[in-house]
């Protein structure tokens, strides 16, 4: 069974910084693209940043300068470092895995608040 599980969430005061960790399970990751979205409250799921099996890595433009996507391919984890965190941070962020032959698999979400 296919499993992303997503930890490192939690309340942050504006400027601070998390970092999110995603652990896949059920099959090997390698191959797949793999990295995060988010849901604030009121608002579609957008990208946040993925990285390819290859290393390449897309960002939604605005985060580039605060966000880190990496991966640990041995590990089959992903990570997101977010710096200088503030209040149009606070979302849901789910992880995500894809590779076009096989489908998209989700995590169940975790909470990050930015407020003081």
């Known amino acids: 069974q296919v499993q992303l599980v997503e930890s490192g969430g939690g309340l942050v005061q504006p400027g601070g910084s998390l970092r999110l960790s995603c652990a896949a399970s059920?099959?090997?990751?390698?191959?797949?693209?793999m990295g995060w979205y988010r849901r604030a409250p009121r608002k579609q799921r957008e990208l946040v940043a993925t990285?390819?099996?290859?290393?390449?890595?897309n960002y939604a433009g605005p985060l580039k300068d605060r966000f880190t996507v990496s991966r640990d391919y041995a590990r089959e984890q992903v990570f997101l470092q977010m710096n200088n965190l503030n209040a149009e941070d606070t979302a849901v962020y789910y992880c995500?895995?894809?590779?076009?032959?096989?489908?998209?698999?989700w995590g169940q979400g975790t909470q990050v608040t930015v407020s003081s």
């Open positions: 995500y895995a894809n590779l076009p032959s096989a489908g998209t698999f």
């Open positions: 059920g099959r090997s990751f390698t191959r797949y693209t």
């Open positions: 990285m390819t099996s290859g290393g390449s890595t």
